[in-house]
């Protein structure tokens, strides 16, 4: 069966929709070799844009080597540092003799321990690295910079979860260390983005901080929803089904026009539809996406306390002066000081947003549900 909606994986070709500006942005940023930060709420499809802005200049130009890497699982500087010689070789390598090649001109006397193994795929290459000394560290960083002037190419490094560091012990002298590095190199740019909004928004927005004003910052808004209409209704017509532009439009107002939601509701719905979607099958479709998350979300709430739980009720229903007497007794917020430390906890969880005095849940189906469980409205 083909499915016309994607979701929970990079969004390709077919499946992807709008971010055209940004995707023109983005391709600009990498022929002129912008650094770039990227930053938006989590799964509004920063991957699937890098993705989609690699495709489209590697289509165009040769003289661009792109290396991907997403550093989630690493804890430590020194994994980190292991992962970037690792993905560096692999990215700039088409098969196995090239990576030989390329590790032993451009890391074999940095690296104390290289292996390289070829299993019986012949697509399937593996490096593995050991890197424990600070020097051989730091060198590691230049690597980008020496492929880019040995083959005489511009190189384009894309770092997933970038955040990350922000996790490790003396996170700002690696800071330190990574900046004073890359902005040296004149013929790479480094696209860093992550899922954690606030953390990319510390490590990138904040005037002390090693990155701040490494270079462009792409801040990615929502897709409109009649961007969303056409794309509903071009996929349902595209597998021989149908829905209405403001069916369509209606869909995708349930999930505030969030790009992962959209996708997922869309596809909930386009699987109960047999030939024409129904205003009746949206809803049966959102209530199922609602219950497949509602054990996720119980858990989530188990884990805040209990002031915290209420004051995302409060949010959810629309609550704005949140000092006010009436609200902080009937949201049991306790004294108005409380403000202030309950939105930092939840926004160091990415659970909302904060711009000026307007307070947003990140998650619109988190929001959805607060209300159906818990809602004082």
Known sequence: MNIPF?????VEDIDFTDR???????????LSLTNTA???PRRWGKSSLVAKAIKAVKAEQKDILFVRMNIFKCETPQEFYSLFAKKTMEEISTSTESLLSNAKEFISKLLPKLTISDPSSQYEIALGVDVKSTPIEEDILDLPQ???????????VCIDEFQQIGEYANTLKFQKTLRSHWQTHSDVAYILYGS???MMLHIFGEYNSPFYRFGDMMFLPKITNEEWKKFIVGRFRDTGKSITPDLAGHLAEQVENHP????????????????????NIV???LQAMLNSLNLQFVNLMDMLTEKQR???????????????????????LGTSGNIRILKDALKKRDLIDVTGKEIQIQDPILKRWIIQEYSKM
């Open 283 to 285: 809803d049966e479709a």
């Open 310 to 332: 209420s004051f995302l009720c409060a949010v959810s229903d629309g609550v704005k002066n949140f000092s006010a007497s009436d609200t902080l007794q009937r949201y049991n």
């Open 196 to 198: 954690k909004k606030h």
């Open 260 to 279: 992962y939601y959209v996708q997922q509701l869309a596809q909930y719905t386009w699987l109960r539809t047999s030939d024409t979607c129904s205003e």
């Open 38 to 40: 990227i930053i938006s």
């Open 146 to 156: 020496q492929i880019a002037t040995k083959k005489k190419k511009k190189v384009v």
């Open 6 to 10: 994607a979701y929970g994986k990079i």
């Open 20 to 30: 055209t500006d940004e995707t023109a942005h983005l391709m600009s940023n990498f």
